[in-house]
C-alpha cells in the first residue's frame, strides 16, 4: 500500500469517527459532534494525531463512508462537495484552461463566466472551507498548553500535541488564504471564539491578509525544519511557500501600489535555500500515481490520495477520470472508466510552440478525434483532452484500487517549480533580494527540463528580453502549472480574469469571449449563507 503520512503515532488515523458538523456558517464557531465525549477522547494523547488526520483529510475527503461532512443536497453529487473538486472549479474551470462538457446549469455557468449567488458549486467550495476552518478551531481550541496540563499530558506527547497543534494552525491559514482569494470579505472566527450561537462577524479582506500573515509567521518556529515532515504534513517548507503566495498576491487584496514582493522573494529565498527541495527530473512524475517518491523533492505540500485508504469522488480521482472521453483508452490512465468531461479551451495548447509535438514535453494533449475549437461547450470532443494527470506509476503499471475506480496521484499544491516562476515574477515586479539574473536562471532551469536538455542544452532557453516582455511570465505560469488549480489567481493578478483585453471561447458566455465585468474578480458569498447570517454583506455586483 501506498505510504500514508497518518500510518504513524496511533495507527491509521482515519479511523478515528471525528462526527459532522453543520455546514452552516452560522454555526461556524460550534464545536463539532463526536461519537465520543469531546474531553475523554482529548484525554488520550494517541487520539490527537487520529483527529489532526481529520483535519488534513478534509481537503481531499468528502467525509466518512456513506456520511457527507457537508450536505450535498437531494439528487446532488457527493464528489463534488470535496475540497479539492470545488476548489479547482472555481480555479481553472472559469479560465483559460479548461472547459467541462456534462450539461449541469451550475457548471455551465462557471464555463460560460457567468455564475450568481444561488451556484451551487461556488457554496460548495464556500461550505468546505468554512467547515475545515470549524474542524481545525476546534481541534488548536483543546490542544492549549492549559488543556494539556490540564490533562495530564507530558512530555513527549505534550510536545507531539503542539507540533500537531502548529500543523492545525497552518492548515487553517490555508484555508482561510482560499476564502481571502476566492470570496474576501467573509465570516471570521478562532479558536479564541469560545463555542455560541452567535452569528460570524464578517472581517475584510486586508484584516484577514493581516491575520493569515500574523499566523504563519507565528508558527513558522513551531513547525518542523523545510522539507523534513513525514511526506504530507505540513512543515516550514509549506508556510514559507504559502506567505510567498500571498505576498505575490498582495496588490489584488490589499489595492494597487500596496505591493509586498520583497517579502514574497524572503520566502521565496528560504525555500531555495533549502538545498533537500530539488526539481522533479522530469514534469510527468509530477502527475503520476507515485508521485510521492519520484517528485518528492520537488513537492513542498501535498494534498495525499490513496485508491484504497483515501477513496473520493473529488480530488484527483475526479481530475484524472473526467479528463477521459472520445477515443482516449481509460486504461491509459490507470482507470477503469472515462467520464468524458474536461477538456482544454485553446488558449491552453497554443501557449506552446507546436501543440503535441513533444518539443516541450509539458504540452501534453490527445488531438485524435479533438477539435482546437470548441463550438459546443456540452461536446467533449470540442477541445483537445488533457492527458496530464494518470493514475499510473513511473513504471507502468496501475494504482492500488484493483478496481481502478479510485487514484493514488497526490495533488502538488505547493511546489519548487511555482517558486521558481514566483521568484522571478517578484523580481521583475521591483522586488528586492532576488536578480534579473537568477530568475532568468530558474525560468530556464523549468525550460530545460521541459525540454529534455542535457548538460549545456539551450533548447527552449529565454533571454532577459523575452523573460521581461509583458506577457511572459503569465504564459509560463500556463505551460508549468495548467490543471493545478492556480490559473483564475494569476488572470486575476494579471489583470485578465476580467475584462476584454485577454478572451478565451466562451468567455462572458459567447464562443469568441467577450468582456466580464470587473467585480467576477470575486465569487458572490452564497445566497444561502446571506440568509443564514443577515449581518453578511454581500459583495458588489451580486
Known amino acids: ?169 497552518f492548515l487553517r491559514a490555508l484555508a482561510y488564504y482560499h476564502a481571502l482569494d476566492l470570496y474576501g470579505n467573509v465570516p471570521f472566527v478562532t479558536e479564541a471564539d469560545a463555542p455560541s450561537k452567535a452569528l460570524p462577524k464578517q472581517t475584510t479582506r486586508a484584516a484577514l491578509f493581516g491575520y493569515i500573515e500574523s499566523e504563519l509567521k507565528a508558527i513558522e518556529p513551531l513547525l518542523k525544519p523545510a522539507h523534513t515532515s513525514p511526506y504530507g504534513r505540513a512543515d516550514q517548507g509549506a508556510a514559507w511557500a504559502l506567505l510567498a503566495k500571498l505576498y505575490l498576491n498582495a496588490e489584488v487584496y490589499l489595492g494597487t501600489g500596496q505591493g509586498r514582493y520583497t517579502d514574497c522573494l524572503t520566502y521565496c529565498n528560504k525555500i531555495l535555500a533549502t538545498p533537500s527541495y530539488a526539481l522533479a527530473p522530469e514534469y510527468r512524475l509530477l502527475f503520476l500515481a507515485d508521485n510521492n517518491k519520484t517528485a518528492a523533492s520537488e513537492i513542498i505540500f501535498p494534498i495525499t490520495s490513496d485508491g484504497v485508504a483515501s477513496q473520493v469522488y473529488g480530488g484527483t480521482t475526479y481530475l484524472v477520470h473526467a479528463a477521459v472521453g472520445g477515443s482516449m483508452l481509460a486504461s491509459g490512465f490507470g482507470v477503469n472508466s472515462g467520464w468524458a468531461g474536461n477538456r482544454a479551451r485553446k488558449n491552453l495548447p497554443l501557449l506552446f510552440p507546436t501543440p503535441a509535438s513533444g518539443f516541450d514535453t509539458r504540452a501534453m494533449f490527445f488531438t485524435n478525434g479533438q477539435n482546437l475549437e470548441i463550438n459546443d461547450l456540452t461536446l467533449f470532443t470540442d477541445g483537445y483532452g488533457v492527458t496530464k494527470w494518470r493514475n499510473r506509476t513511473s513504471t507502468g503499471g496501475n494504482g492500488n484500487d484493483p478496481q481502478l475506480i479510485f487514484v493514488d496521484t497526490d495533488f502538488p499544491l505547493f511546489r519548487l517549480g511555482d517558486v521558481y516562476l514566483m521568484y522571478a515574477e517578484a523580481v521583475l515586479r521591483g522586488g528586492t533580494g532576488g536578480t534579473e539574473t537568477k530568475a532568468q536562471d530558474y525560468v530556464n532551469l523549468l525550460r530545460d527540463r521541459a525540454y529534455n536538455n542535457s548538460a549545456g542544452g539551450t533548447d527552449g532557453h529565454v533571454s532577459l528580453a523575452e523573460l521581461k516582455a509583458a ?54 458569498l452564497p445566497s444561502t449563507d446571506l440568509v443564514a447570517n443577515p449581518t453578511l454583506k454581500q459583495n458588489p455586483g451580486y
Open 471 to 524: 506577457d511572459f511570465i503569465l504564459e509560463e505560469r500556463g505551460r508549468e502549472l495548467y490543471w493545478e488549480a492556480a490559473r483564475r489567481t494569476d488572470l486575476v493578478r494579471f489583470g485578465k480574469f476580467t475584462g476584454s483585453t485577454y478572451l478565451w471561447p466562451w468567455k462572458g458566455g459567447v464562443k469568441a469571449g467577450q468582456n466580464v465585468p470587473t467585480y467576477r474578480n470575486l465569487y458572490p
Open 1 to 169: 500500500m501506498k505510504s500514508h503520512p497518518f500510518l504513524r503515532r496511533g495507527g491509521l488515523a482515519l479511523a478515528l469517527t471525528v462526527g459532522l458538523l453543520t455546514a452552516c456558517n452560522k454555526d461556524l464557531d460550534r464545536t463539532p459532534f463526536y461519537d465520543l465525549n469531546t474531553d475523554s477522547v482529548y484525554r488520550d494523547p494517541s487520539n490527537y494525531i487520529k483527529v489532526l488526520a481529520k483535519c488534513y483529510a478534509g481537503f481531499n475527503l468528502s467525509g466518512n463512508s456513506g456520511s457527507p461532512d457537508v450536505f450535498a443536497g437531494q439528487g446532488k453529487d457527493e464528489g463534488e462537495t470535496s475540497y479539492m473538486r470545488a476548489y479547482w472549479y472555481l480555479q481553472d474551470l472559469v479560465t483559460d484552461e479548461a472547459a467541462v462538457a456534462w450539461n449541469s446549469g451550475p457548471l455551465q455557468e462557471l464555463n460560460t463566466t457567468n455564475w450568481t449567488s444561488s451556484n451551487d458549486l461556488i457554496n460548495n467550495s464556500y461550505t468546505r472551507i468554512f467547515y475545515e476552518v470549524a474542524l481545525c478551531n476546534e481541534f488548536i481550541r483543546e490542544t492549549t498548553d492549559d488543556k494539556l496540563s490540564s490533562r495530564g499530558i507530558t512530555g513527549t506527547n505534550a510536545d507531539d500535541a503542539r507540533l500537531d497543534r502548529a500543523e492545525a494552525r
